[in-house]
């Protein structure tokens, strides 16, 4: 008889900040930032009228929350499937 060996699920931190999430954050946050800090800002900007800086940062912070928060989420759904799996087909091997 064979003895199934199962992972604890990952941690929050794991999720986070493994499998090269914060390196695709920080890529996503670049890019989306940018290109929302031009909409959003943009004509104040090309006046020479500064938005806050509190205002850049947050345009920034957004895209990367959402990007590490959906990695984050599908790194979980994918190990529940993996885990889900694994146990039907020890079911079915019985």
């Known amino acids: 008889m064979e003895t199934l060996i199962t992972q604890s699920e990952p941690s929050i931190p794991e999720l986070l900040f493994g499998g090269g999430t914060p390196r695709k954050a920080a890529m996503t946050a670049l890019v989306v930032g940018t290109v929302l800090t031009g909409i959003n800002h943009g004509d104040g900007i090309l006046a020479g009228d500064y938005p806050p ?4 940062i947050l345009t920034y912070c957004v895209p990367y929350c959402v990007t590490s928060w959906g990695a984050a989420t599908g790194k979980l759904a994918q190990y ?3 885990q889900a799996k694994v ?3 020890e079911e079915v091997r019985r």
């Open 80 to 82: 529940r499937d993996n």
């Open 53 to 56: 800086v509190v205002k850049i």
């Open 87 to 89: 146990v039907l087909h």
